[in-house]
């Protein structure tokens, strides 16, 4: 009888313990479709069983010290901040208890300490996140070598709050110190390189050292299209680098590297998507601040058809693009073109909802142009005769044109 019931305590346990390591996959499911809450509650499930392992089938405690550090690691990337260090010293102290009795205990409490200092950092507590992230640094390098590449991960968090605490050259060190470590590891060609180089080239923009960051920051997106492994992420730094080109006003360089993203998102993810849609709208907007007024109606004409298959041809979006490229037509001289595009914007105004401000102010337009062409027929034959206005417009509709861009986005 005794064997029996050990037999059946076995196989409970070992069903038990088969449901955990489910779970641990079921998780990784969660995370790939952003399922947080999804997440946190397989977490607190697994907890539950390795109380019961360890409480009621004697399992080792060390399961029940990765469950709570699993759960408030959890809770640390969701930024529930006090259940991530409740759960989070739990597991530090337990596993303290066990450093005499299971091996692995020392090398898995550095990963502890790591998260409770990355907790302390983004929760505001930035000098006590240093503190432990120190001790984590030295423990780890005693384990398992200064050399060896575990210690990046906690390099990485020391940067994090060495930037928020503003002390700018110890983040960078940090990273560097990070990135000698990856270079040792894989080598120069390797993904894990161009994230470094990514956040150093945030820290130097951050103290307005623009030529660093930029030099960095086109470094990483070499690398990340010589790697061409991840896409999106190729084009999201192609994105960035464009914006920062823009600061140092070089144009044509930041409209090479938009064009480079909108060709990656395009062939990743078709031309009817709201990724390329963006870059396609980043790229209106600089051709406008540059002032190619030519060039930047070709874009927006290929825009037009990319809103109307994402938005449909009733929406704000739609209609909006529509008058900017009205408004485009008349600084080009183009009268009759502009009158005709300001008409079709003006029909889908009046069926929406709060548009009574953009029904006046292209009513208002539309009889500007009636009464130029009136006064200038020649421009209704389309003439090339200039506008003697044209330069005057040019220079006041550019940033209202600009700034209605970027309000484009919120209405999406």
Not at 169 to 192: C, N, P, V
Not at 276 to 304: H, M, Q, R, W
Request: hydrophobic content about 35%.
């Amino acid at each position: 009888m005794e064997e029996m019931n050990l037999s059946i305590a076995d196989r409970i346990c070992g069903e038990l313990e088969e449901k955990n390591r489910v779970l641990s996959e079921y998780v990784k499911d969660k995370e790939e479709i952003g399922d947080k809450e999804g997440v946190i509650q397989v977490r607190i499930h697994q907890l539950a069983l390795c109380k019961v392992l360890v409480t009621v089938h004697n399992r080792s405690s060390f399961i029940l010290v990765q469950a709570h550090c699993n759960l408030g690691e959890c809770y640390l990337n969701y930024e529930y901040f006090e259940q991530a260090l409740e759960h989070l010293t739990v597991s530090l102290k337990l596993n303290g208890s066990l450093f005499t009795t299971v091996e692995d205990s020392k090398a898995y409490h550095p990963h502890i300490l790591t998260l409770l200092g990355k907790c302390y950092i983004q929760a505001g507590g930035i000098d006590d996140g240093l503190n432990l992230l120190e001790k984590a640094l030295k423990m780890n390098q005693s384990i398992a070598g200064e050399d060896n590449v575990s210690n990046a991960s906690i390099y990485s968090v020391l940067a994090e709050g060495y930037n928020k605490k503003k002390e700018y050259q110890r983040a960078i060190d940090s990273l560097t110190s990070m990135w000698e470590l990856y270079e040792a590891q894989y080598g120069m060609k390797h993904e894990a390189i161009a994230k470094v180089y990514l956040e150093m080239a945030k820290i130097y923009h951050k103290q307005k050292d623009l030529t660093n960051a930029l030099d960095l920051q086109k470094r990483a997106l070499t690398l990340l299209m010589e790697l061409d492994q991840q896409p999106d992420l190729t084009a999201e730094v192609a994105v960035k680098q464009a914006q920062w080109l823009q600061e140092s006003n070089n144009y044509p360089e930041a409209l090479d590297c938009l064009r480079n993203a909108e060709h990656l998102y395009e062939f990743n993810h078709g031309l009817i998507d709201k990724k390329t849609a963006k870059v396609k709208k980043s790229i209106c907007t600089l051709l406008l601040k540059a002032g190619e007024y030519e060039e930047a109606l070709e874009e927006f004409l290929e825009l037009e058809e990319m809103e109307k298959g994402l938005h449909g041809e009733g929406s704000l979006v739609y209609a909006k693009n529509l008058k900017i490229i009205a408004t485009i037509l008349m600084i080009l001289n183009r009268y009759p073109q502009a009158f005709d595009y300001y008409s079709r914007a003006l029909n889908i105004f009046r069926t929406l909802r709060n548009s009574k401000k953009f029904v006046k102010e292209i009513k208002e337009k539309m009889t500007s142009i009636s009464q130029t062409l009136k006064s200038n027929p020649e421009l209704a034959r389309g003439s090339p005769q200039k506008d003697p206005i044209r330069s005057q417009i040019s220079n006041e509709e550019r940033d209202k044109l600009t700034n209605e861009l970027k309000a484009d986005d919120d209405d999406a």
